[in-house]
Structures are given as C-alpha cells and as structure tokens.
C-alpha cells in the first residue's frame, strides 16, 4: 500500500470510530431526571382505569414509557402521544380502551423542548384548554380534538409560532369558542388547522385572520356558527390551500369569487349551507378529487362543464333544487367513484346518459328522490365497479335481465323501489352478487315469490312491497340475518300458523309449534322492522313474539288476522309502533300492554 492509500485508510478509520462512538452514545441517551418528574407529576392528576400509563414508574427510562418519545441525540421529551386509541383491542380483550380524563398539570410547562403533543378523544370532563399550553413554544403539532374541554380557546396559543398543525375540534353541540381569532395571526408557520365544531359565530374577523397565514394547506370549519363569506378571503393569498371545509354553517348567497378562484384545491366541502345560483367558474378547481355542495339551495342546470373536473373522485350534490337532465359530459370524469345526486328535480325520459358506462370506477352512485323517467340505457349495467346503488323513488320503467344484475356482481346495497320495472329472471337463476340490503318494491316480481332470493347469506334489509306478488311466504325468509322486513301491500295468503312455523323454521326445531317457540334464542335474533300488511293473511295472530325482542315496528294491518291479541306482543320493550286495525280481533286488550304504555 502507498503512502497515499495509508494515509486516506486512516482518515477513513478514524471517521468511522467516531461516527461508532457517536452513534453507540445516541443509542445510550436517556431521559432528564426534571422531565421524569414533570411526567409522573402530569400522571399524578390523571385517571387511568385502563391503566394506559402503567409503564410510567421511575425505575424505567422514562425515554421508553408507553406514548413517550425522546430525542435520540439529547434524550429530551420530543413527543407525547396520548390519544385514546378508540376502536383498539386492549390485552384483557375489552373492545375499547377507556379515555383519560382528570386535570392537566402546570407541569408540562417545563418539557421545553415538547414538539408534538396529542390528546385527542380523551375525556377532560369540561375544563377548559390550558393557558399555559401557549408557553410551549416548541410544538409544531398540538391535537386536543374531541378531548371534552369546554369554554374560550385561550389567546396564549397564538405563542406557538413554530405550530404547524391545530386540531381543538369539539364534540356535539359546540361546547368551545373563540369571539376573536386574531391570536392565530401568530402562527405564521401552520399549515393544518381544525376548529371543527368550534363556536365561531362572534369571531367576525376569521377570514381577515387566516388571510394572514399564507401557508394553510387544510382549513376544517364545519359547524363553526359562520354566516358570511367576504372578499377577505383573498384569491392570491392561498396558494398552498388544499384542502377546505366549511360544511353545516350559516353561509349563503352565490359562489363568492374568492372561492372560485382558489384553483388548487383538491377538496371541497360546502354542504349544509345555505348557497344559491349558479355554478358558473367551478371549472377552475382543476385540481379538485373532492366536491361537496349537498344540502344547499342551487336550483340551476347541471352544467355540462361538470366534464372539466376531470381529476374528481367523489361529486356530492345532493337535496338541491338541480333541475333538467344529467348532462352526458358527466362521462368524461373517468376516475369518478361517488356520484350522488339524490332528492333534486332532475327530469328526463332519457333518466340516465347513455354513455354512462365509461364511468369505469364509479362505486356509490344515488339518483334517487327525483324525477326521472323512461328506461335505463345498456351502458348503465356496464358499471361491474359499483357496490352502492340507490335509484329509488323515480318514475323508471323497463325490463331487467338476469345478465344486467349479473354485470354488476360485487352489488351489496341496491335501491331501486318506487320505479315501475320488471324484473325477468329464469326460475333457476341466481344471482352473482350477496345483497345485504335489497329494495324491490313496486317492481312487478310476481306472482311467485322469489326464490333466488334463498340465495342471499347477508341480507339483512329485504324490501318487496307493491310487488304483485300472490303467494305465502316461504319457510327460509325469516332467517337469522333478516333485521327489516317489508312484503306490505301483497296478496301474500295462508294460515298465520304458517307464519309462526316460518319465524321459527330456521332454528330446525322439532315438535311442536308451542315447542319451539319457547326454545328459540332470543339473542340469535335481529329483526326489528316487520311490515306484512295489506295482505290476505289468515288466522290467529301467533304468540311468539318474545323470541324477537328487538322489534321496534309490525304492521299487521289491512289483512283477515281473527281471535285475541297476544299478550307476547305487548312484552317487547323497544316497540314504538303495532298495527293491528282493519283485521277481525276479538278479546281484551292485555293488561301489560296498558302498564307498558
């Protein structure tokens, strides 16, 4: 080796031992004994019952606590994550873990070098959001959302200039306030901010404010109280805006321009307001994946400038006053996912373009609630994507086929009742997608009862009112999954002992009906909502409804029911409604359903 080499090998080797050194000193770093002692002093004013800050002991590096983190270099408190994981499993198998709650101790003032705090979803029992959390003047993020604080958010947070995200979002109603925001005018470094539900309803200078603070990427105003937007929300000023959502508030009037022109955004949310007119200019959100304008009072055309926002994912324009067709632009948003549309005044005997199946990954598409009529074109059951179809309550007509249910094989929710179609499936079919909610009604299905129905293993939400079906009801249809159940306004006939032998059928008992029905179990049971009436059905009323405890509505109205009401009826504590009128019952009416009353 020359000289050279050597000498470059050394340097080389030196690094090395040093770069080792330094890193097996970082390794090493622990927490500062004054640190230790502000945590076990915040843990001291805390309850704990799920015992979530059971590591916190002084014979452990507090650098290695549950929801600590440390510098590696310095070994200061850098982040505190205590959020309750709401929805985790805990070690004793208890589905949640329970909330900390208590008083938050001064002496979190003295983690100095504190970046990241988050309390979230805990459960502070209305104390207000500590003042002194504005002395931590090192955080950059701070969550206190739905942590059940109550009161002013203090001024003294407006000290945090290094905060990039602010998420104080409180729980229903607003239970938090601010009447003046301009402290946020001190955070000239955030860029994440959630008042989500926060009471700003006297803080009439919120858009002078967040005028100031150039770098806000997301703004989440829902439920804040608002009223009014104003020219203050400056279109040059937002160059970084992404992300905004100003839904259920008070808002009214047009688009204002200042809106229209914040071309970068990639969400949107507006709903639950009270905007009108037109949607002229909302081709310059080019960037927009997520558009939310439902419950709002537009009564204009769908513009066939929709096309433009070619980068949406989900379009909500739901309950407005939309009238006229859907424009067959619609199509052109390729990589559009969610398309709802629901309760406007959207008329056309062409309901649906017919170029609508170029709209490959459309999965949540609801017309439903308007006016449409005529037949659905080929293309519409081209969309093999779509797993939410809601066209209910429309004036549709024609037939569908075996092959077009079949296109559309990952279909779990599907609502098209109050149209007038026809259904025409071969006696053996059976369909390629499991329903687990099914509205029929008004379709014309009968006579028979539909059989491929048996075929369903989720179904737990079965319409089939005004179907014209002719028939009795199969012992397979009140299975275990069933929870709502409406065959109104059939000719459905035969003995209510067949009822009774149906509702137990099921659970494959023998014997006797008198048997099984005091065998069944109850806790196997989900049917709350039974609606059989406006039918031909016969007999006594059967006495098994204590099987059934979770029913909240029977209507038995409107059919040839005969002989005493039975007192099971009368034992089911959630039932808000019974319809017995228009049948031939005879007998007291039993003395438990008086005292339940």
């Known amino acids: 080796m020359t000289m050279g080499g050597s000498t470059h090998f050394s340097v080389f080797l030196l690094v090395a031992i040093i770069l080792l050194c330094s890193s097996s000193k970082t390794v090493n770093a622990t927490c500062y004994a ?109 969550n206190l959302s739905g942590a059940g604080f109550q009161g002013m958010v203090p001024y003294q947070l407006g000290n945090l200039s290094s905060l990039r995200t602010l998420s104080i979002s409180a729980w229903q109603p607003p239970t938090l306030r601010v009447d ?14 959630d008042m989500s539900r926060v009471n700003l309803s006297l803080a009439s200078n919120w858009q002078e404010v967040i005028n100031t603070i150039p770098s806000l990427v997301e703004i989440h105003f829902p439920s804040c109280q608002l009223d009014l937007i104003s020219h203050h929300l400056g ?37 639950w307001n009270h905007f009108e007119g037109s949607l002229d200019g909302i081709w310059n959100w080019s960037s927009l994946t997520s558009l939310d304008l439902s419950y709002n009072n537009f009564t204009t055309f769908l513009p066939s400038q929709l096309s433009t926002l070619t980068a949406l994912i989900s379009l909500d324009l739901a309950t407005n006053h939309f009238r006229g067709s859907i424009p067959s632009s619609i199509a052109n948003i390729s990589k559009l996912q969610h398309l709802d549309l629901y309760d406007n005044n959207l008329s056309s005997s062409l309901p649906i373009p017919s170029n609508l199946g ?15 009529t005529g037949t659905l ?23 569908v086929s075996e092959s077009h249910l079949d296109n559309l094989s990952v279909l779990w929710y599907f609502d098209a009742s109050g149209n007038s179609l026809t259904l025409k499936v071969s006696a053996s079919w059976t369909p390629r997608a499991q329903f687990e ?92 909502y039974l609606d059989l009436g406006e039918n031909s059905l ?24 005969t002989g005493s009401i039975p007192r099971s009826l009368f034992l089911l504590e959630d039932l808000d409604y019974l319809g017995l009128g228009n049948n031939s019952l005879t007998g007291p009416i039993p003395f438990d359903f008086v005292k339940h009353e």
């Open 538 to 561: 016969s007999g006594e009323i059967p006495d098994c409804w204590m099987n059934y405890p979770h029913l909240e509505r029977i209507d038995l109205n409107s059919n040839n029911f």
């Open 34 to 142: 004054s640190e230790k002692q502000a945590l076990m002093d915040f843990k001291k004013d805390l309850k704990d019952p799920s015992g979530r800050l059971s590591s916190w002991i002084h014979d452990i590096d507090c650098c290695k606590w549950e929801g600590v983190v440390c510098s590696n270099r310095s070994g200061r408190v850098i982040q505190l994550h205590l959020q309750c994981p709401v929805g985790e499993i805990d070690d004793f198998g208890n589905e949640e873990i329970s909330p900390l709650s208590g008083k938050i101790s001064h002496s979190l003032q003295n983690l100095t070098h504190l970046r990241y705090l988050d309390l979230s979803l805990n459960n502070f029992s209305g104390i207000p959001i500590p003042s002194f959390f504005g002395s931590l003047r090192s955080l950059r993020y701070l």
């Open 358 to 372: 170029k709209l490959s990954s459309l999965e949540h598409w609801d017309v439903s609630n308007n006016k449409l």
């Open 235 to 271: 279109r040059n000023t937002f160059t970084s805006l992404q992300h905004l959502d100003l839904s259920f508030n008070h808002l009214n009037g047009s688009l204002p321009d200042e809106l229209i022109h914040l071309n970068n955004l990639i969400s949107l949310n507006l709903g």
């Open 180 to 193: 003046n925001l301009q402290w946020l005018a001190g955070l000239s470094n955030l860029e994440h901010l």
């Open 437 to 528: 909610v099914l509205r029929l009604g008004s379709w014309k299905l009968g006579p028979q009862f539909p059989t491929w129905i048996r075929s369903q293993k989720i179904l737990s939400d079965l319409n089939l009112s005004f179907t014209g079906i002719s028939d009795t009801i199969p012992p397979w249809i009140f299975n275990s999954s069933l929870g709502y159940i409406d065959f109104s306004h059939n000719q459905l006939h035969g003995k209510s002992s067949n009822i009774s032998e149906n509702l137990i059928s099921n659970y494959l008992f023998s014997g006797g009906i008198s048997h099984a029905l005091y065998e069944v179990k109850n806790e196997n049971q989900v049917l709350w």
């Open 377 to 399: 074109p080929e293309s519409f059951w081209q969309l093999s994507k779509l797993e939410d179809l809601r066209i209910h309550n429309n004036s549709m007509e024609g037939i």
